[in-house]
T-cell receptor
Framework: GENVEQHPSTLSVQEGDSAVIKCTYS??????FPWYKQELGKRPQLIID?????GEKKDQRIAVTLNKTAKHFSLHITETQPEDSAVYFC??????????????FGKGTHLIIQP | KAGVTQTPRYLIKTRGQQVTLSCSPI?????VSWYQQTPGQGLQFLFE???????NKGNFPGRFSGRQFSNSRSEMNVSTLELGDSALYLC????????????FGPGTRLTVL
């Protein structure tokens, strides 16, 4: 199955600053890259995703970029707020481009927003 | 629409026992995926069911199995429980075409003593 590496494992930023989380994947056939946010004691929730036919996608303060040649994708959060504090997971299809819905997740980044 | 539900929410078992967890997907969703979440290993893919067939399987031993019913509800079973099976087990449902958004349930917290 697909292998996803995520960095950093912990990220502390001042409120109002930007945060960037990076992931790499191994299977060049992978074509779907979602990002999930998990608050303490809650279920993971999709915040943004990108498919391999685009290089960047933005939704208000959140953006994701994809570099297929280098096989990496990144999450960018601008003007961070206290409610952004959570664990963020990147993911890619477990079967690469294999037409199923199971995901391989990165190990997660604990984002801490300092007041 | 009601969200994904899982039962039970908490479970305590002893080594050697077996356990069955249940997941009810969002109405209209035909795919159910199962994940194990632990502090050390993060979220790991167990398997995915689509239209009552296992479509995809992660790298877990045969003690972990699952099934899906005609109404898309899914169960997973773990036999001969080990201490290392203690984890949060999450299921997620999706429409099922491929690469669709997955909606997670609240999870079942399994503790093996």
């Amino acid at each position: 199955g697909e292998n996803v590496e995520q960095h950093p494992s912990t990220l502390s930023v001042q409120e109002g600053d930007s945060a960037v989380i990076k992931c790499t994947y191994s299977d060049s056939a992978s074509n779907y890259f979602p990002w999930y946010k998990q608050e303490l004691g809650k279920r993971p929730q999709l915040i943004i995703d990108i498919r391999s036919n685009v290089g960047e996608k933005k939704d208000q303060r959140i953006a994701v970029t994809l570099n297929k040649t280098a096989k990496h994708f990144s999450l960018h959060i601008t003007e961070t707020q206290p409610e952004d504090s959570a664990v963020y997971f990147c993911a890619a299809p477990y079967l690469g481009g294999g037409g199923a819905d199971g995901l391989t997740f990165g190990k997660g980044t604990h984002l801490i927003i300092q007041p | 629409k009601a969200g994904v539900t899982q039962t039970p929410r908490y479970l305590i078992k002893t080594r050697g026992q077996q356990v069955t967890l249940s997941c009810s997907p969002i109405s209209g969703h035909r795919s159910v995926s199962w994940y194990q979440q632990t502090p050390g290993q993060g979220l790991q893919f167990l398997f995915e069911y689509f239209s009552e067939t296992q479509r995809n399987k992660g790298n877990f031993p045969g003690r972990f199995s699952g099934r899906q019913f005609s109404n898309s509800r899914s169960e997973m079973n773990v036999s001969t429980l080990e201490l290392g099976d203690s984890a949060l087990y999450l299921c997620a449902s999706s429409l099922g075409g491929a690469n669709n958004e997955q909606f997670f349930g609240p999870g079942t917290r399994l503790t093996v003593l």
